[in-house]
């Protein structure tokens, strides 16, 4: 039996299967770093997700940033840091509104009794008025006001009797003009010796 070999087909079979080995080796490296890639952005994604999970327990808020990603990923949870966020800029603007440090004590206190047991971020809502409220007292705002409202109507009632002094002490500058000006008598024309004049008795002269 005589075998006979084609060195053109043989090396054209064996340069097809290189090719195929590079090709099959790129594909597969190709493959190898989509996958590392995906697991590190499913790694970034995670640690992003857990960051912003801290800081909305923490009552912090989130970047701009922050909030883009949340609102693409989780819309619950971004629909839930809203309410949070409104919640405390309601907070705040009360407070912002206070006439005295007792009224801003009354204010935190039904802020915070308002939180339902329930509210499964309650954690969360406590967390946001706390940050409010800590900057709030730091602020120059707060450092301004009287400490209870006894003191700001003193203050009223103070204001109150000063202007009605200042009102009696002008009724009075008028009157006393209006006296002088309805009065004839003429301080330039008058002498001593006009009164002693008119003083002297009078004789009916007979002749």
Do not use: C
């Not at 629909?79 to 005295?100: F, G, K, V």
């Not at 007792?102 to 940050?131: Q, R, T």
């Amino acid at each position: 039996m005589q075998i006979s070999f084609d060195l053109g087909t043989m090396k054209l079979n064996n340069e097809s299967k290189s090719g195929q080995y590079v090709s099959n080796q790129l594909t597969d490296m190709v493959r190898r770093l989509k996958e590392q890639s995906t697991r590190a952005n499913k790694e970034d994604d995670s640690k992003m997700m857990e960051k912003i999970q801290a800081k909305i327990k923490s009552g912090k808020k989130l970047t701009s940033r922050e909030e883009s990603y949340l609102k693409q990923h989780n819309q619950e949870l971004y629909m839930q840091y809203l309410r949070i966020r409104r919640m405390a800029e309601a907070l705040e603007h009360q407070l912002e509104n206070a006439d005295s440090k007792e009224e801003v004590n009354d204010i935190i206190f039904h802020a915070m009794n308002g939180i339902s047991d329930k509210d499964p971020y309650k954690a969360a809502i406590v967390a946001a008025l706390d940050e409010v409220i800590k900057d709030f007292k730091k602020s120059d705002g707060y450092n301004k006001l009287p400490a209870t409202n006894e003191e700001i109507e003193k203050g009223r009632k103070a204001k109150a009797e000063k202007g009605n002094k200042k009102t009696e002490d002008g009724d009075e500058i008028v009157s006393l003009e209006s006296e002088n000006n309805n009065d004839d008598f003429d301080a330039m024309a008058w002498s001593p010796l006009q009164d002693v004049i008119d003083a002297m008795p009078t004789f009916d002269m007979q002749s």
